[in-house]
């Protein structure tokens, strides 16, 4: 088994937390990664599964148990069954960037406005990432992953893996646990091949954050360089040389509410219709048909609210931080929480509980965290 000296996950984690754990094992190929997991399932020893470290809130206390490191990586080409389109199979450990600034260079379309976000391929179907109007379900085809409680290994259609909102079949939200215990071990996507030329950008969103207007043109190449800019300007790329990206990213969701919460909140709040669930099959049995049949149902969809608008709203500010920590938010974005130098995870959490209670004052609702919390409570 490949074991390697432990190190503190500070030193993995773009949050800058964590202590030493029991044991670290790096996982270079797809068999150290299986036989890793299976040994600490077996042991039933407490595991962690880290790959880039970037939607990890780490405790600081010491990790009683086994630190896997993902590191596998790998590109596969293969045809796609349909016509114009070429399929990717990426191994988990792959730096996501990496994957982005590959399928750009070789013409294939559907992923470029997630560049720059931090991470690996495996955990990006967890979270169902997505930026400027692209998720990864829109391009996912599939997952090779291995069961916790059985050890197998099954390839699984992107429509068993209940992906929604930054939320899948493998998520652990705060204080719930995954649905389904696996670790991913390849991802398969499906894209556009679409070449180096100018095309329609399409999405009103990622035309907006790139200045662009409606039946705007311009290469999958030039696409890729405006978002990574974008995102530079918002400390959302990592860079040691900017303490604003010492962050998990958006540390919090944007809220889901009900559209009469939604209401509530101040018109100026930016806000997203949800799409609604279709309504269900009516299913009426023939004996007991009597001519009639049910109106259906028309409630309103929920709503999606900018989490960043109601902190800064309810008057924190960029920059701001608690007296003497070493935690802010970042100083581009509200929604990014950062780490200062050296700061514990405690700080960050005290600064996260007040952005919480001042939200929750201010507008009456609980902003929920978007990273992993490990030894970590808010």
């Known amino acids: ?105 070789e013409g294939l379309a559907g992923i470029e406005a997630m560049s720059g976000i931090p991470g690996t391929v495996g955990a990006a179907p967890v979270q169902n990432i997505g930026a400027y109007g692209q998720e990864i379900v829109q391009t996912l085809v599939e997952v090779q992953l291995i069961d916790e409680s059985t050890g197998d290994i099954s390839t699984v259609p992107a429509d068993e893996l209940g992906l929604g909102f930054r939320t899948s079949v493998f998520k652990q939200h705060y204080g719930s646990v995954a649905q389904r215990a696996a670790v991913i071990l390849t991802v398969t996507l499906e894209l556009a091949d679409v070449g180096h030329g100018d095309r329609p950008v399409a999405g009103d969103q990622l035309r907006t954050a790139l200045g662009l ?19 530079r300007r918002k400390g959302m790329v990592l860079d040691p040389d900017d303490p604003d990206t010492y962050s998990a990213g958006s540390f919090f969701q944007n809220a889901i509410v009900s559209a009469s919460f939604a209401r509530t909140l101040p018109p100026e709040c930016p806000r997203w219709p ?15 048909y009597d001519g009639y049949v049910p109106a259906s149902s028309t409630e309103e969809s929920d709503v999606k609210v900018s989490a960043a608008w109601l902190i800064e709203h309810s008057g924190l500010r960029k920059g701001f931080k608690l007296p003497r920590s070493r935690a802010a938010l970042s100083s581009k974005h509200a929604l990014a929480l950062t780490n200062r130098g050296n700061g514990s995870a405690e700080e960050l959490a005290q600064l996260a509980r007040f952005v919480q209670g001042r939200v929750q004052a201010e507008f009456g609702l609980i902003l929920q965290p978007e990273p992993v919390l490990v030894g970590v409570e808010l």
Request: charged share 20%; net charge negative; glycine share 10%.
């Open 274 to 288: 949800v799409t609604p669930d279709l309504d269900p099959v009516l299913v009426i049995p023939l004996a007991a």
């Open 213 to 231: 207007e409606p039946g705007a043109i311009a290469s999958l190449a030039w696409v890729r360089d405006h978002v990574l800019a974008t995102r």
């Open 1 to 105: 088994m490949p074991d390697v000296e432990p190190i503190p996950l500070a030193r993995l984690t773009s949050l800058r937390t964590g202590g030493v754990p029991g044991r670290m094992i790096e996982a270079h190929t797809a068999d150290e990664l299986v036989g890793a997991l299976r040994e600490a399932w077996a042991e039933g020893e407490p595991l962690l599964v880290v790959g880039g470290g970037s939607n990890l809130f780490v405790g600081d206390e010491p990790f009683e148990g086994t630190v896997v490191r993902v590191r596998t990586t790998g590109i596969e080409r293969m045809p796609s069954p349909r016509p114009g389109f070429v399929r990717l199979r990426v191994h988990a450990g792959h730096d996501w960037d990496d994957l982005v600034a590959y399928a750009v260079a």
